[in-house]
């Protein structure tokens, strides 16, 4: 009776978080989805149980894990240890684990694999190594989601199950992804900066490492939306190494050898993770981005960047190990393949409101 009255009571608690979470865009929809007032509140869809709201449950008794064990070990891979956003998910990962540990009476450890540098090969290393450790689950931002199939497809033949975060594998035996829609980001990022531009001008797309699976959706969620921009015209879509520096000298470079530019349209914030990347750039230019970093939110207080396009970087790695861990002790996979959130627009108008939010998911 008291297992009974746990698993009821562990059902409610992920059937109320679930309540509470909702997809920020369906794929297909040309629509962007309506922004959210903060990232902290934006809501990851169905059966992701995120933040404080797994603390709220209160079991019978605190259990075993699943065939007795007293622990758990969830493996988190991201693309790598220098991008800021991938910090702020491991933040995530962490803090889900503490909190559940304390929920469930399980020990849940997280072994975080993830390389110095965006290296695909070296994700499908760390996927095998913790394959051979006898992790009970991986989460994983895919470098490349083609490189990664068939060490994920390995992986899940041997027992563990993987859920992508951020960068998908589409066509692995993953089990789910959780984090942005991307077309709609894009699509969003396009419609702002048209606002912006006055709806007419010469854009140019700043579109980080090519091989990425999530930063190509967004690339063509830009240039769908274009399309509808009968007076805006492509420049052309530029890659480069996603680290702060290439992306800033890669900005300023093009916009002097071509200056007919005049919007940006930064499908990942690399550039505005550092000061005066825009030096030359932002009086000639009008400049959208992904992502909210809190050097990024200068660039707006300063105008020099007319809106961002904000992503729940915490919940990639709270809301992917909750979901490895609600599988692993009650053998429940999510409900949703593809699993996403709503999200936040970040103006001078608003800016102050997201001020502080980066403490938290950096763990300071």
């Not at 800021?84 to 933040?91: D, E, G, R």
């Not at 991307?182 to 990022?189: C, L, M, N, R």
């Not at 990942?268 to 909210?292: C, I, M, Q, R």
Request: glycine letters at 8%; proline letters at 5%.
């Amino acid at each position: 009776m008291q297992a009974k009255r746990f698993l009821s009571a562990l059902a409610v608690s992920l059937i109320g978080s679930a309540a509470l979470l909702s997809v920020g865009g369906c794929e297909g929809k040309s629509e962007p989805a309506k922004p959210a007032p903060t990232a902290g509140e934006a809501k990851p869809a169905e059966n992701a149980p995120a933040g404080d709201k797994a603390a709220e449950a209160k079991p019978a008794e605190k259990p075993a894990a699943a065939g007795g064990k007293k622990s758990l070990t969830i493996g988190v891979i991201a693309k790598s240890q220098s991008n800021p956003v991938f910090q702020a998910a491991k933040t995530g990962a962490f803090d889900a684990a503490k909190e559940l540990s304390a929920k469930l009476g399980v020990e849940i450890k997280i072994d975080w694999q993830t390389p110095p540098s965006e290296d695909a090969q070296k994700q499908a290393q760390a996927i095998e190594q913790l394959v051979a450790k006898g992790v009970d689950g991986i989460t994983l931002s895919c470098t490349d989601g083609n490189v990664l199939k068939a060490p994920i497809d390995a992986a899940v033949e041997k027992g563990v199950p993987i859920i992508t975060f951020d960068s998908d594998s589409s066509q692995s035996k993953r089990m789910a992804y959780f984090g942005t829609d991307d077309v709609i980001a894009g699509q969003v990022v396009m419609q702002h900066l048209a606002k912006a531009m006055g709806d007419k001008g010469v854009v140019a797309i700043l579109a980080g490492n090519q091989t990425a699976p999530n930063l190509q959706a967004r690339v063509k969620g830009v240039k769908d939306e274009m399309a509808k921009h009968p007076n805006i015209k492509l420049k052309e879509v530029y890659y480069h190494k996603e680290t702060p520096a290439d992306a800033a000298a890669m900005v300023q470079q093009v916009q002097t050898a071509n200056p007919d530019i005049t919007g940006w349209a930064m499908v990942g914030g690399w550039p505005l993770f550092t000061e005066n990347a825009l030096d030359g750039v932002y009086d000639k230019a009008k400049v959208v981005s992904v992502d909210h970093l809190p050097t990024q939110l200068g660039y707006v207080r300063k105008g020099q960047v007319q809106a961002l396009i904000g992503q729940d970087c915490y919940a990639w790695g709270h809301t992917t190990v909750t979901m490895l861990v609600d599988y692993a002790l009650n053998n429940k996979k999510p409900e949703k393949v593809m699993n996403t959130y709503e999200l936040p627009v970040v103006t001078k108008e608003n800016v102050e409101e997201f001020d502080g939010l980066w403490t938290k998911w950096m763990g300071k």
